[in-house]
């Protein structure tokens, strides 16, 4: 029998799957890529990979398959991802919604520590008695309820993500999949070119290798030390973010689909390789679903990228 996921969490599957070390060297696509970091290289290497030895069973996970609380939104915990025993389930497919924790919640104090005391107290109060009604149904009243109780004046940002479908994969055949990627490639050359600032930064000070500057939260906010260049660190982060947008993430996003629809196209594991993550069952395509109450879950929604 046959189990279904969706991209999303086969991002995550692939993520945390042991690369074998003969592989790390092998080549991601039929074309050298010169601007992708090693350990980018390697996560793509890690998407092929998988996909080939899955069929056999052949596979070595490094950690487990929780989802742990990223303590951004109202309804967020942690839990394991879902494996579907039907294709079409509508879970697959369907939108998940959700609020997003205020960062006067969020945060100690205005710094980067999250206070997990602050947003499960959040998280409970607007849970408890009228206040998640009032909140879709009579705003003012929820807003002054809200700041009687943590002088907050604006209310929760809603958020909506839909699900990736195993489906979804992409609309594209093989062949227009390697011509979206030699075309992206050849448009790298053409940014490189386009300006004597741009061959500077992404060429010369091999920085379009970089772009963990703008993606990374690690990096992202911090001196960039490897900065020889005549440009500050702003120019250089403007031109990564539109490097990595323009280029660099499509290109990626297509590569997946490209092994993806080339090893795997439907997305489906054996229950042997499900059960090594700790993957639970979808409560409504697996037959269970009269003894739960059923709520989507957002692991089938939640946007992934390397």
């Known amino acids: 029998m046959n189990y279904f996921i969706t991209k999303a969490n086969f991002i995550r599957m692939s993520n945390i799957y042991k690369i074998e070390k003969e592989s790390e060297n092998l080549p991601i696509y039929k074309r050298q890529i010169k601007f992708f970091s090693k350990i980018e290289e390697n996560q793509i290497m890690s998407v092929k990979q998988f996909l080939i030895h899955c069929k056999d069973d052949l596979v070595t996970f490094t950690r487990s398959g929780l989802i742990k609380d990223t303590y951004s939104f109202v309804k967020e915990q942690a839990h394991y991802a879902k494996y579907h025993v039907d294709e079409n389930c509508s879970c697959l497919s369907s939108v998940y919604r959700d609020l997003e924790i205020p960062v ?15 947003i499960e107290n959040f998280r409970a109060w607007f849970k408890s008695g009228d206040i998640e009604e009032l909140y879709y149904n009579n705003q003012e009243r929820f807003i002054y309820k809200m700041e009687l109780k943590f002088n907050l004046k604006n209310p929760p940002k809603p958020i909506e993500f839909n699900g ?9 055949s093989e062949k227009e999949l390697e011509e979206k990627i030699d075309d992206l490639i050849r448009k790298a050359s053409e940014f490189y070119n386009r300006s004597q600032k741009n061959r500077d930064i992404l060429v010369n000070a091999n920085f379009s290798r970089m772009t963990y500057y703008v993606t990374s939260k690690k990096y992202c906010n911090i001196e960039i030390d490897r900065n020889n260049t005549i440009y500050s660190d702003s120019e250089i982060r403007e031109l990564l973010v539109e490097f990595y947008k323009n280029i660099k993430k499509p290109l990626i996003n297509y590569l ?8 795997n196209p439907n997305l489906d594991f054996s229950e042997n390789i499900l059960e090594q993550l700790d993957f639970e069952p979808c409560k409504k395509c697996s037959g269970i679903e009269a003894q739960y ?8 929604f939640e946007p992934i990228f390397f």
Do not use: H, M, P
């Open 164 to 172: 990736s479908g195993i489906q979804r994969i992409s609309n594209f």
């Open 256 to 263: 997946v689909d490209y092994w993806i629809l080339k090893l």
């Open 104 to 118: 006067e919640i969020k945060y100690k104090n205005g710094s980067d520590q999250l206070d997990i005391e602050a």
């Open 293 to 300: 109450i059923f709520t989507e879950d957002v692991d089938d």
